[in-house]
C-alpha cells in the first residue's frame, strides 16, 4: 500500500523548482510551469513514452526522477527503465529530451531515487529500483519481500562508439517498504530508513565465503582473554595451553601498546591500548591454572577504558560488583519508583497517561542504515526507537533528500552528508508541534515542507489541505492570558479545501508555493510572497 497505493503522482524539478510533471495515462510526459504568482501555463508534453502502455495489464504507474539539472530517469511500469538527457528543462526553447539508453530489466518496478555523477572522467548515472516480489511458496510471513536494486550505468567511449551501458547491478532485499531510500551524490553510498532491515543479495561464491566466516565466528565460543578495571590498573586473564612454559611467553610493554607471544606463534594480543599505561611498571605471572595474568598501570588515574586494545573484539570485559552499584547510583536520579512524582516543577516527567490515542505509533522502532557500495557492508546504523518518520524533502538538489523524524511533539529534519563521516546527519530546521498535529489527521495522505523551511503542509485523501507556518515575529503587543508574559512570536495554521470531491494524487511544496494533483485537476496554492 505504501509503496504504490500512497504513490505520489506529481514530481516536482528541484533543479526549477517552479516546474512540476506528471505522466498520464497514455504515458506522455506532461510539464506545467507557473508564470505568475497562481498562474500555470497549459500542460506542455516534453516526452512519450515509445511503449503502449495499454497493452500492459500487471504493469506499476510510471516514474520519473530528476537525477540533474539535464539528466532524468524515467520507468515505464512494465520494467523497462529510460536513461534521457533533457538539456535545460522548464522553457521549451533549450528542452529536448533524448533518449541515450534504455533497456528491460526485469519484473516492473518505481524509481526511488537517483543520482548523475563524475568519476574518473567517467560520467555515470545510478538508479534505486524497488520492487515487490512474492516469496517462494515455502516461505512464512506476508508471502512477499522487497527489493531494491541499485544499477549504475556508465559513459562508455571505444573506438568512436560513444554510448550508455549497465556497469554495475546490486541487489538488496528486505520485508518492509522503506520509508527512505537515496543514494550519496557521489554515488559511493546508500542510505535506507526501514522498519525492517535490508540485506545485500550475495552471489553463489560471496554466500559460501559468507557461510565459511559465519562457521569460523561461531567456532569462537569463548572470548580469547577476559580484563578488569580499576581507577589505577588492568588485570588481563589468558588462558594458556598446558604445554606452555615460562620460557614460551613473550610480553611486550610500552606506553601505548601491548604484544603477547606464546612460542614462535603469531602475536596472540597485539595492539594499540586504548590510554597510556605505565610500562615499566606494568608485569605479568603465570597462575596455578595455566592461565596468564597481565598487570596495566595506568598513567591517568580514574577514568574508564571502554575498551582495552582499540578496535579488538575478542576480550571479555568484566566488571565487578562495586562498579555495578557505583553506575547504578550515578543513575538513580533519571529515575523514580512513582508516576509523575512531582508535577509542579518547571520540567515535570513524562507521564504516559497523559499520552493520547493518536501518539500510539503503529510499527515498532525503524532504523537507519548506511551501505558502503564497495563492501556492500553496512557501515552506520542508527536504531529511530520512538522517532517516527514523517515524510522527506529535497532542500538542496546536489545533496540527499533530508527526512522528517518525529521527536516528542516536534517534527525536525535531518539532512545526511556522506562526506562527513563526523557529521553524516545534520540538524537543519524544527516544525513546532507538527509530530504531534500529524498524529491527528487520520486521513492525511502525503507531507510536505518548504526548502526554505518556512512552513509545513499535509493534505488529507479528499479535499483539505493543512498548512502550518513558523513562528514569527508579532506587529502588536500580545500577552499570553494565562500566564501573563508577552508573547513575541505567533505561528499560524492554514486550511484549505479544494473545489473538487476528487481524490488527491499527487502534492508538492516549494518555497511560495503547493502544488495539489487531483484525478482531474491541478491545483496551485500560494502561501509565501516572493523576495
Known amino acids: 500500500m505504501r509503496a504504490f497505493g500512497m504513490y505520489n503522482y506529481l514530481h516536482l524539478d528541484s533543479w526549477y523548482q517552479d516546474n512540476v510533471y506528471y505522466v498520464d495515462q497514455f504515458g506522455r510526459v506532461m510539464n506545467l510551469s507557473v508564470t505568475l504568482d497562481t498562474a500555470l501555463q497549459k500542460p506542455r508534453e516534453v516526452f512519450r513514452l515509445p511503449t503502449d502502455l495499454t497493452a500492459y495489464d500487471n504493469r506499476l504507474c510510471a516514474s520519473i526522477h ?36 534504455n533497456e528491460e530489466l526485469g519484473s516492473p518496478f518505481i524509481i526511488a531515487h537517483s543520482v548523475s555523477f563524475v568519476k574518473s572522467d567517467k560520467h555515470s548515472v545510478a538508479v534505486l529500483l ?74 553463489e561464491d560471496d554466500k559460501l565465503e559468507e557461510n565459511d566466516d559465519a562457521k569460523a565466528t561461531n567456532e569462537k565460543k569463548d572470548p580469547l582473554y577476559y580484563w578488569q578495571q580499576t581507577e589505577d590498573d588492568v588485570t588481563i586473564t589468558v588462558h594458556i595451553p598446558q604445554d606452555i612454559t615460562k620460557d614460551d611467553i613473550k610480553v611486550c610493554f610500552s606506553p601505548g601498546n601491548i604484544c603477547v607471544i606464546l ?134 538538489p546536489r545533496e540527499m533528500p533530508c527526512f522528517c523524524l518525529r521527536h516528542d511533539v516536534d517534527a525536525l529534519l535531518w539532512q545526511p552528508h556522506s562526506d562527513q563521516p563526523e557529521n553524516m546527519w545534520e540538524h537543519i530546521a524544527t516544525f513546532n508541534a507538527l509530530g504531534y498535529v500529524q498524529a491527528s489527521k487520520q486521513d492525511k495522505k502525503f507531507m510536505a515542507c518548504a526548502p526554505d523551511y518556512s512552513y509545513a503542509a499535509l493534505c488529507e485523501c479528499l479535499r483539505r489541505v493543512f498548512i502550518y507556518r513558523q513562528p514569527t515575529p508579532l506587529s502588536t503587543v500580545l500577552y499570553n492570558r494565562k500566564e501573563g508574559r508577552q508573547v513575541g512570536q505567533v505561528a499560524k495554521q492554514l486550511v484549505a479545501t479544494l473545489e473538487a470531491n476528487d481524490p488527491i494524487l499527487g502534492f508538492q511544496a516549494t518555497s511560495e508555493r503547493l502544488f495539489v494533483l487531483t484525478t482531474k485537476t491541478l491545483f496551485l496554492i500560494k502561501v509565501n510572497s516572493g523576495n
Open 66 to 101: 530528476f537525477s540533474s539539472s539535464t539528466w532524468v530517469t524515467l520507468s515505464d511500469g512494465t520494467g523497462r527503465l529510460y536513461l534521457i538527457k533533457s538539456g535545460k528543462r522548464g522553457n521549451s526553447a533549450s528542452e529536448k529530451w533524448e533518449i541515450v539508453f
Open 263 to 396: 612460542k614462535d606463534q603469531p602475536p596472540l594480543m597485539e595492539g594499540k591500548l586504548y590510554s597510556s599505561v605505565d610500562h615499566e611498571s606494568c608485569t605479568w605471572i603465570i597462575r596455578e591454572n595455566k592461565s596468564l595474568e597481565i598487570s596495566l598501570i595506568k598513567k591517568n588515574e580514574g577514568p574508564r577504558w571502554p575498551e582495552l586494545i582499540v578496535g579488538d573484539t575478542r576480550g571479555e570485559f568484566i566488571m565487578d560488583s562495586s562498579q555495578c552499584s557505583e553506575i547504578t547510583e550515578s543513575l538513580m536520579h533519571l529515575t523514580s519508583e512513582v508516576m509523575n512524582p512531582n508535577p509542579e516543577k518547571e520540567n515535570p516527567p513524562c507521564n504516559a497517561q497523559e499520552l493520547e490515542e493518536c501518539d500510539a505509533f503503529l510499527e515498532d522502532s525503524a532504523s537507519l542504515c548506511r551501505f558502503d557500495g564497495d563492501t556492500l557492508k553496512v557501515t552506520h546504523v542508527i536504531n529511530l526507537g520512538s522517532n517516527q518518520y514523517l515524510f522527506s524533502v529535497v532542500v538542496d
Open 130 to 203: 524497488l520492487r515487490v516480489e512474492k516469496d517462494e511458496l515455502d516461505t512464512k510471513g506476508s508471502g512477499f519481500h522487497i527489493t531494491l536494486e541499485w544499477v549504475t550505468i556508465a559513459e562508455i567511449s571505444k573506438e568512436g562508439d560513444h554510448r550508455y551501458d549497465i556497469f554495475k547491478r546490486r541487489v538488496l532485499q528486505g520485508k518492509s517498504v522503506p520509508h527512505y531510500a537515496a543514494i550519496e551524490p557521489s554515488g559511493d553510498g546508500l542510505m535506507i530508513v526501514s522498519y525492517k532491515p535490508f540485506k545485500f543479495m550475495q552471489d
